[in-house]
T-cell receptor, first 110, second 114 residues
Framework: EDQVTQSPEALRLQEGESSSLNCSYT??????LFWYRQDPGKGPEFLFT???AGEEKEKERLKATLTKKESFLHITAPKPEDSATYLC???????????FGTGTKLQVIP | DSGVTQTPKHLITATGQRVTLRCSPR?????VYWYQQSLDQGLQFLIQ???????AKGNILERFSAQQFPDLHSELNLSSLELGDSALYFC?????????????FGSGTRLTVV
């Protein structure tokens, strides 16, 4: 069964203090690894899809990378508006189901 | 506004009752997914429909059922409700089935069973 483990569960950063969130996964043949952002009381918002080891994608202060066993979401010089829960998810080859991790709750302090 | 519309936003009901949650996918999307999110378990996949047909099932209880109608909107029916069914229920949509496409999520229905 596909598994996604995210760490840390919570992260508190000062504004401008860069850091990384980790997503470890187990899947039998990766079709795609996804990163979402979720604000309180709202649905997840799609950020990136990564398809193969070595791939990287960037969006503003966020950069996602992928290896064969884990993915990192790097946050450079974060701002308070980056505060949210970041969810990682995987989809296996040949399956429709997308399995989500429980997320990392990021708080950026001004 | 993500383009995925879920109604109602909030629902409070008693144990043993039945409720229906409604989802209208983003315009042009054919695939609809239902997820349950509780505090301790994160997002749990329930069921997926593509162009009116059921395509994948997750850990959906027998008391729960869903369907997708010809106009592509979907309904999730929850019956014989228990306290443990209290959660946020999200609908998401995508143009195709999987293929690594990100989903567009609605803002959810918060169900409280008392």
């Amino acid at each position: 069964e596909d598994q996604v483990t995210q760490s840390p569960e919570a992260l508190r950063l000062q504004e401008g203090e860069s850091s990384s969130l980790n997503c470890s996964y187990t899947v039998s043949g990766l079709r795609g690894l996804f990163w979402y952002r979720q604000d309180p009381g709202k649905g997840p918002e799609f950020l990136f899809t990564l398809y193969s080891a070595g791939e990287e994608k960037e969006k503003e202060r966020l950069k996602a990378t992928l290896t064969k066993k884990e993915s990192f979401l790097h946050i450079t010089a974060p701002k308070p508006e980056d505060s949210a829960t970041y969810l990682c998810a995987v989809q296996a080859q040949g399956y429709q189901k997308v399995t989500f991790g429980t997320g990392t709750k990021l708080q950026v302090i001004p | 506004d993500s383009g995925v519309t879920q109604t109602p936003k909030h629902l409070i009901t008693a144990t043993g009752q039945r409720v229906t949650l409604r989802c209208s996918p983003r315009s042009g999307d054919l695939s609809v997914y239902w997820y349950q999110q509780s505090l301790d378990q994160g997002l749990q996949f329930l069921i997926q429909y593509y162009n009116g047909e059921e395509r994948a099932k997750g850990n959906i209880l027998e008391r729960f059922s869903a369907q997708q109608f010809p106009d592509l909107h979907s309904e999730l029916n929850l019956s014989s409700l228990e306290l443990g069914d209290s959660a946020l229920y999200f609908c998401a949509s995508s143009l195709r089935q999987g293929d690594g496409y990100g989903y567009t999520f609605g803002s959810g229905t918060r169900l409280t069973v008392v």
